[in-house]
């Protein structure tokens, strides 16, 4: 069974930096495309970054581009959200999700595997 398990959320600054990490069971991690996604209450779940299995091809929402940066560790089984000059529109549960298969995609239906979720809380 593939679990996934996020950590790094907490309470920060407008401004501020936070770096969220999601680390993957097993042992076919470099075969997973990867994704963050957040929700906040009431609203749907939405898309924030992927990355492929090598971690070459990178995609991101429109309202985090140029802010927040996905990577991956393959031999960490780790997948990493650096997110930078954050807003107070960036509070949410951010959540880890993994797909069968190597390439990212964008909609939440399009990943098998889900995280429990992490609180990022961003105070103006």
């Known amino acids: 069974q593939v679990r996934l398990e996020e950590s790094g959320g907490g309470l920060v600054q407008a401004g501020d930096s936070l770096r969220l990490s999601c680390v993957v069971s097993g042992r076919t991690f470099n075969s997973y495309g990867m994704g963050w996604f957040r929700q906040t209450p009431g609203k749907d779940r939405e898309f924030v970054a992927a990355?492929?299995?090598?971690?070459?091809?990178?995609y991101y929402g429109d309202s985090v581009r140029d802010r927040f940066i996905i990577s991956r560790d393959n031999a960490k089984n780790t997948v990493y959200l650096q997110m930078n000059d954050l807003i107070v529109g960036d509070t949410a549960i951010y959540y880890c999700a993994a797909r069968n298969g190597i390439y990212g995609k964008t909609l939440s239906h399009e990943f098998d595997y889900w995280g429990q979720g992490t609180q990022v809380t961003v105070s103006s």
């Open positions: 990355s492929d299995w090598s971690g070459r091809s990178t």
